[in-house]
């Protein structure tokens, strides 16, 4: 089972397409040696319910529901950062049951935005990691007084807002809540809401842990209605650029 959480995904990703191409086409050297080589370990549950309208010609109305539950290792090799900071990176995992997914290249933004190669598969939870590891994803001059931030972008007929909260940090060692709300009106009704607690370790530019928990809600007309519910949870195990 698998919901739509994965294709809403790229809904604030248009605005970077552009350079991500061009950085993947000139920039990522299969051959040069990574600026940086991290790996996360992470768990995934996502648990869906639906119900099919009754159609005509039809047997009548019907539900349905599913589970999915799985875990491993993320890898992302840095390849290059660009003038504006984006990351150029290599993204893989490695699934006990059935979520591996090959070596994937994309670009990554401080604003949260991920763009990924179209002709591979990328998981949700390997998005969730991409989202913070921008370079100037916690950006000090973007801060308010109670140290907040928001974004937004609205594209067509999709919607994101996003509000952070930094709260606390003992000597760039952060614990930052986001809040995350999308709406997407191309086919039927679809809003996402997530709520993420994120260990942020603002010295080495990345998160050393993850806990999202997401709310998907889907109106098809008739395709019926979706709920889907999805739990990811991500530790660093091991960064090259760490010091002995």
Known sequence: MEGDYDSMRPLTTVAAIGFALTSIASLARAD???????????????????AVPNEAGS????????????????????????QDRGLVVVVSEQANETRTASAA??????????VCDPNKRVNSEEYTLLRFLGANFVD?????????WTLSEHKGASMMTADYSINSNNNGV????????????????????????????????????????????RHGGLTGVTDTTYQTNLKLVSDSMAKP
């Open 32 to 50: 040069a040696p990574p600026l940086r080589h991290i790996v996360y370990s992470f768990s995934y549950e996502s648990n869906q319910n639906g």
């Open 59 to 82: 047997s009548g109305a019907r539900s349905f529901n599913g589970k999915l539950d799985d875990k491993g290792t993320i890898t992302v090799d840095v390849l290059r950062e660009a």
């Open 105 to 114: 290249t994309c670009a990554v933004y401080g604003n949260t935005d991920v």
């Open 140 to 148: 000090p001059s973007k801060l308010d007084a109670k140290q907040h």
């Open 174 to 217: 952060m614990t930052i809540d986001e809040s995350r709300h999308i709406e997407d009106t191309s086919q039927g009704s679809t809003t996402i809401n997530t709520q993420t607690n994120l260990d942020y370790d603002f010295n080495r530019l990345l998160p050393t842990s993850i806990d999202e928990y997401t709310t998907e809600d």
